[in-house]
Structures are given as C-alpha cells and as structure tokens.
Nanobody, 123 residues
Framework: QVQLVESGGGLVQAGGSLRLSCAAS????????MGWFRQTPGKGREFVAT????????YYSDSLKGRFIISRDNAKDAVYLQMNSLESEDTAVYYC????????????????WGQGTQVTVSS
C-alpha cells in the first residue's frame, strides 16, 4: 500500500521559513517524479513544484518568484519543500504527490497523494 505522509506544516509569521517533508512508503520511490501542490478553501489544487526521479531537474510555479526549493533524498524515500519569505497568500494545505511523468503541473497527472499538511502564514 502506497503511503505519502507530509509533515512540517504549522503557523509562521510573514517573512519566515518552513521546511515541509514527505515520507514515502510502499512504492519504488526513485521510480517516481515527485510534486508539491497546495489548496485553499474553495479553490482547486494548485501546482507548486516538481522534481525528477534523480533530483537533477525541477520546475516551479511562476508565482513563487524563486522563494521555494524542492529537493529529494532517494536514500530516505523523502521529498522536501523549503519555503522562504513566506507570505499570507502562501497559507494553504500542502500536498505531496508521486507520478510517472516528469514536469507535469496538473493534479490528474499524479498517481498517489498524501493527506496534506496545513501551512498558515500570519501577516
């Protein structure tokens, strides 16, 4: 059974940083491209970033303005999202996802999802 478990969310002041983690099990982690998405109430799931199987390539949402960094550790079956210079608009539930196709930004292109972790940025 595939499981993706996010952690690291919480309450942070605007301008601060958080590092999200996603621990994977039940799948060959190095065979999957990984992504981070976020969702706020009443809105669809928004693409944040994705990283290739090896970790050598990554794509980001243009709206992030270079504030976030995605990384992975295949030895630990984990993917991370370093979030810097956080803004109130970054408040959302953040989800990690695993998919076979690299560079995809659509919710439907990912096969497995975590349960999400809440990030709240206070202004």
């Amino acid at each position: 059974q595939v499981q993706l478990v996010e952690s690291g969310g919480g309450l942070v002041q605007a301008g601060g940083s958080l590092r999200l983690s996603c621990a994977a099990s039940g799948l060959t982690f190095s065979a999957y491209n990984m992504g981070w998405f976020r969702q706020t109430p009443g809105k669809g799931r928004e693409f944040v970033a994705t990283i290739s199987r090896s970790g050598g390539s990554a794509y980001y949402s243009d709206s992030l303005k270079g504030r976030f960094i995605i990384s992975r550790d295949n030895a630990k079956d984990a993917v991370y999202l370093q979030m810097n210079s956080l803004e109130s608009e970054d408040t959302a539930v953040y989800y990690c996802a695993a998919g076979k196709l690299f560079g995809r930004r659509s919710y439907g292109d990912y096969d497995y999802w975590g349960q999400g972790t809440q990030v709240t940025v206070s202004s």
